[in-house]
Nanobody
Framework: EVQLVESGGGLVQAGGSLRLSCAASGFTFADYSIAWFRQAPGKEREGVSCITSSDGSTYYADSVKGRFTISRDNAKNTVYLQMNSLKPEDTAVYYC???????????????????WGQGTQVTVSS
């Protein structure tokens, strides 16, 4: 059974930091690109960051470039999202998703296998 479990969300003041984790099981983790998405109330889900399986290349939405850093530890089947200089507009539920096709996940932001976590809430107060 495929599982993606996010953790690390919480309440933080603007300017603060959080580190999210996405622990994966049930598939060959090293063969999959992993992405973080977020969805704020009343807004569509958006891609935030992605890391490839092949060479660990990273992709970021313009809104988080320079503030967020994605990384992966294949030995632990885990992807991390370090979020610094958080802003109130970063408030959302953050989800991780997995897909074996880099272009589909990290460029189109459109995973198709349905491998999603349950989400973790991030709230940034002003």
């Amino acid at each position: 059974e495929v599982q993606l479990v996010e953790s690390g969300g919480g309440l933080v003041q603007a300017g603060g930091s959080l580190r999210l984790s996405c622990a994966a099981s049930g598939f060959t983790f090293a063969d999959y690109s992993i992405a973080w998405f977020r969805q704020a109330p009343g807004k569509e889900r958006e891609g935030v960051s992605c890391i490839t399986s092949s060479d660990g290349s990273t992709y970021y939405a313009d809104s988080v470039k320079g503030r967020f850093t994605i990384s992966r530890d294949n030995a632990k089947n885990t992807v991390y999202l370090q979020m610094n200089s958080l802003k109130p507009e970063d408030t959302a539920v953050y989800y991780c998703a997995a897909d074996p096709l880099l272009f589909r996940l990290c460029v189109l932001w459109a995973p198709e296998l349905g491998y999603w976590g349950q989400g973790t809430q991030v709230t940034v107060s002003s």
